[in-house]
């Protein structure tokens, strides 16, 4: 790694309104191609942040990066107002060890686009292998939150079945209530919806629907949901070339946007849709 | 020109018989080393560490491509050149076990590779340690695309077993020709052996199958 010069970062964030997650000046390539061009993103706790932009523009990086699933090129992310990417050491930041990182990730939770449960454990099986075998609960009390959040969702009477007997909105569902369980600070969703068959979307957008009316997390998402992103964000980023084109309440992106790519983009999908 | 004789068949059949219990002995003894040392170099050669993927793939390479009975000379009568005097036993479960275990890492290989990379990157988000992703989400996953390589090679190390009679393991292929040296007959003491490798091939294999079946079904996988 070369030395970077991180002398413009704080060791910590600090103060009355530290937001949950900070995004500052960070970069993201693949050898010439720039994925995230020097991003600042704060998102405050408890906000919804939705994030929507064309392919390419480098909205699932973000939520890859924040779950430590890529490195970054240039600048720090915070979470909670700790370093993630990088840490302190000796008055200064360098680049987060897997120990820090652990630490660190304990604060996130993700759900993915293809769901990802472990297809040889059973829906309840999935939501206590964390908390047993990473926050190491007695099986008993990960048997109970587990089957608390399965209720949640919805998907109690099939907490004994295998993903490979599941439809794909309920294997969705299964994956947020095995996110749950760590008791992240932060969720994040993926594309949680692109996966699915119509139909069985709105069973997924409402458990996120639940989560944002009942609970204080912080949540960032990616979708291709429109409309279900304008009901439930506090804040729509609309990315586009690595950057944050523009930004605002759904009202202000969805009913006036200023920018013209913006117009374009939702024009685009207004037709499609 | 067929000079069966059934009353010398059924003589040596029990000392066959005996025998036989000293091939699957060694089959099993070999296969068990194999199977465990065969995780050890495919995941040996999955680590950051790059001389160790380097030394464990190119071992693995060396033994592959050469003679199993060489090795089995080698560890035997070139060890105590080197201090390591070992009974045709333990020279011979070690190079056995050393030359299937090197086909082993590379089904499990195959195997690992074969798990989808969102499955790492779930057992990151729930901070799984690296150790415990391997033994709890991938290996489980793993397992059942290596069981019919696996199983073949059990089959293997079964047939593969006559090889160790050169340094006197007296397993089946060993008293089969002690016995035809003396009593000058070799059809049904070689006849003989070949009947019994295949009563226990044929069964075996189609065991396999059915395992495997039985595998897939308890992981909840089909």
Not at chain 1, 173 to 184: E, N, S
């Amino acid at each position: 790694m070369t030395d970077e010069d991180l002398s413009g970062f704080p060791l910590a964030l600090e103060g009355p309104d530290v937001p949950m997650v900070s995004f500052r000046k960070v970069s993201k390539r693949y050898g010439e191609l720039v994925v995230l061009d020097a991003l600042d993103l704060d998102v405050a706790e408890g906000e919804m942040v939705t994030i929507i932009g064309p392919s390419g523009s480098g909205k699932t990086t973000v939520l890859r990066m924040l779950m430590t699933l890529e490195t970054i090129n240039d600048g720090v992310i915070y979470v909670d107002g700790k370093p993630l990417t990088h840490m302190p050491q000796n008055g200064r930041l360098v680049r987060a060890n897997a120990r820090h990182l652990r630490e660190m990730r304990s604060n996130i939770g993700m759900c993915f686009q293809h769901f990802n449960l472990f297809p040889h454990m059973t829906a309840l099986e999935n939501c206590m292998e964390g908390p047993v075998h990473v926050l190491g609960m007695p099986k008993k009390d990960a048997r109970e939150r587990a089957e608390e959040l399965l209720e949640m969702v919805g998907m109690a009477d099939k907490r004994d079945q295998h993903p490979s007997r599941l439809s794909g909105g309920q294997q969705q569902r299964v994956a947020i209530a095995r996110a749950l369980a760590m008791r992240p600070k932060v969720m994040l969703f993926d594309e949680v919806t692109s996966a699915l068959d119509p139909e069985v979307i709105g069973e997924v957008t409402n458990v996120i629907r639940q989560l944002v009316a009942r609970h204080n997390l912080t949540m960032l998402m990616v979708t291709h949901q429109m409309g279900f992103a304008k009901d439930i964000s506090d804040r729509i980023c609309f990315f586009f070339g690595g950057r944050i084109e523009e930004q605002g309440t759904p009202d202000e992106l969805f009913g006036n946007p200023q920018k013209e790519r913006t117009q374009q983009f939702l024009s685009a999908v207004k037709e499609a849709a | 020109m067929f000079d069966w004789r059934w009353d010398f068949t059924f003589e040596i059949l029990p000392r066959l018989i005996m025998a036989t219990g000293n091939t699957l002995l060694a089959a099993v003894l070999g296969y068990g080393i194999a199977v465990v040392l065969g995780l050890v170099f495919a995941l040996a050669q999955r680590t950051p560490y790059r001389a160790l993927t380097f030394v464990v793939r190119e071992a693995v390479e060396f033994i592959r491509s050469t003679p199993l009975v060489l090795q089995i000379f080698f560890v035997f009568y070139v060890g105590p050149q080197f201090g390591l005097r070992l009974s045709p036993w333990t020279a011979g479960m070690i190079a056995i076990g050393l030359h299937y275990a090197s086909y082993l890492s590379e089904v499990y290989r195959g195997g690992l590779d074969s798990v989808p990379k969102g499955q790492w990157e779930a057992a990151t988000s729930l901070n799984l340690s690296t150790r415990r992703t391997y033994f709890r989400v991938v290996i489980p996953q793993a397992l059942p695309p290596s069981l019919a390589g696996m199983g073949n090679y059990l089959v293997g190390i079964f047939k593969d077993t006559p090889m160790l009679s050169v340094i006197g393991v007296a397993e089946l292929m060993h008293t089969a020709t002690a016995i035809g040296s003396e009593t000058y007959r070799y059809l049904e003491p070689y006849t003989l052996v070949g009947l019994i490798f295949l009563a226990i091939s044929l069964p075996t294999a189609a065991g396999i199958r059915v395992f495997e079946r039985w595998v897939r079904r308890k992981l909840g996988l089909s």
